[in-house]
């Protein structure tokens, strides 16, 4: 079998090149961060997830090698970021376009370039097959597109049971990269063409995001109107062809609030839905903090200080901060110049992000009046007794304690 090279040992790249090595493929992971690739040398994962530290352990005994320098191997996977353009809303693909370049100086003829990363539809097209012919004419170099689905919180699972999507332009190269894919993974595997595995990822954020949009405008429906939106999802999920996702802070990480936006740049005036969900999404940290507002009329609190937000992450029980409704939420005061007062918590953030951050629970407790719930970590789910004495918003209902305000 093929040797590969992961490019990028991020949130995708490093699960995939252990869920690789520790399935017999001859691995190196490359990333141009050294402090990272010399952490992992050193035999330290470099984010927390369930089952990491079990297979970085069974990687590493079946061989697997980490390195800043590219590698000439047969199979390129690149996993790097793919943010977006704030100005354009269009994917900026700069990464990738680099990794690309990289990896034509030194790969053999023949080789198999495997996007992993989120681009929208077109994108490899429109920027990384010129590449090939401008840079490398003559290595016969074959693409393909193996767009990720594995959520954060359960990825290791996920990568083993998740169907995939596979676009290649030959029925050859979709076959070899296959062939590679199955080797840890368990689930379907469809082999189509780039365009359409580009468009396949980006849809089914996209999906979610729009689903995720409706439980929050209706959350806000039924506050303007004294309604429970908790119960009210409920009981209409008893339908059975219904079935409303839960309302939130926002809707953070690297993928649901990123990728619809590609859509809304490359199809301005045809994705209309999906610009709308995304403006809903968005507007939920604003909200949020509208309600701390009303509940402190309300409460008689007037100390800013004394507020306190439990959870940076986008979600529960990760440690991404990436676009989280917290962090979002600490923009929107700083504003304001009430940045620097409230108070910020989360057990699974050790790194300053905030100037009135805690490091444990108690001192975080100690030091506010009223909790927003913005993660349902399983800490605060094993603690909840601990906030029978506070004022709590509760914007993930988690909570059930007597007198708890909701979304
Ligand atoms: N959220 C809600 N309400 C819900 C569900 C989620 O407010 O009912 C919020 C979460 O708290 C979070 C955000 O939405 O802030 C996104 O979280 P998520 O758990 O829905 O998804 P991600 O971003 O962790 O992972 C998604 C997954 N995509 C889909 O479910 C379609 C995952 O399979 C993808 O691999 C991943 O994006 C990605 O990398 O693209």
Redesign the pocket.
């Known amino acids: 079998m093929s040797k590969v090279n992961v490019i990028g040992l991020g949130y995708?790249g490093l699960p995939t090149a252990l869920m690789l090595a520790s399935h017999g493929v001859a691995v190196v992971g490359t990333d141009y961060n050294a402090a990272l690739v010399d952490a992992l040398n050193r035999g330290e994962t470099t984010f927390r997830e369930e089952g990491l530290e079990e297979l970085f352990a069974a990687a590493r005994a079946a061989g697997v090698e980490f390195t800043t320098q590219y590698q000439a191997t047969d199979v390129y996977i690149v996993s790097v970021p793919t943010p977006y353009d704030r100005q354009s809303k269009k994917v900026d693909a700069r990464y990738v376009v680099q990794a690309v370049e990289a990896v034509l100086e030194i790969c053999p003829a023949g080789a198999v370039v495997v996007i992993e990363s989120?681009v929208s539809p077109g994108t490899v097209d429109r920027c990384i097959r010129p590449l090939l012919a401008r840079l490398a004419p003559d290595k016969a170099v074959r693409l393909a597109h193996a767009p990720?689905?594995?959520?954060?919180?359960n990825m290791i699972y996920?990568l083993t049971h998740n169907n995939r999507t596979i676009g290649a332009d030959d029925p050859e190269t979709g076959e070899r990269v296959r062939a590679l894919y199955a080797s840890f993974c368990r689930g379907e595997i469809a082999v189509t063409s780039i365009k359409t595995a580009e468009m396949t990822?980006v849809v089914?954020?996209t999906?979610?995001d729009i689903n995720?949009a409706y439980?929050n405008e209706l959350a806000k429906i039924c506050r303007s109107d004294g309604m429970d939106v908790y119960e009210i999802i409920r009981i209409t999920n008893k339908h059975p062809r219904v079935n409303i996702?839960?309302?939130?802070p926002?809707?953070?990480?690297?993928?649901?609030?990123v990728?619809p936006w590609f859509l809304v740049g490359d199809y301005p005036g045809l994705a209309n839905i999906i610009l709308a969900a995304r403006k809903i999404n968005d507007s939920m940290p604003e909200f949020v903090l509208e309600r701390v507002w009303e509940i402190m009329g309300q409460r008689g609190l007037k100390d800013v200080s004394r507020v306190g937000l439990y959870g940076l992450t986008?979600?529960e029980d990760v440690d991404d901060v990436r676009n989280?409704?917290g962090l979002q939420m600490l923009e929107i005061l700083d504003r304001h110049l009430a940045g620097g007062r409230v108070q910020t918590y989360d057990p699974l953030v050790r790194r300053d992000l905030a100037p009135n951050q805690h490091h444990d629970l108690d001192s975080f407790l100690a030091a506010v009046d009223l909790v927003v719930i913005l993660v349902g970590h399983r800490q605060i789910l094993e603690n909840m007794d601990r906030l029978r004495d506070k004022v709590v918003l509760d914007t993930r209902n988690v909570c059930r304690l007597e007198g708890v305000y909701r979304l």
């Open positions: 995708i989120t990720e689905r594995i959520i954060p919180g996920e990822k089914e954020n999906f979610r995720i439980a996702l839960s309302p939130g926002g809707v953070g990480g690297h993928c649901i609030s990728d986008y979600k989280s409704p």
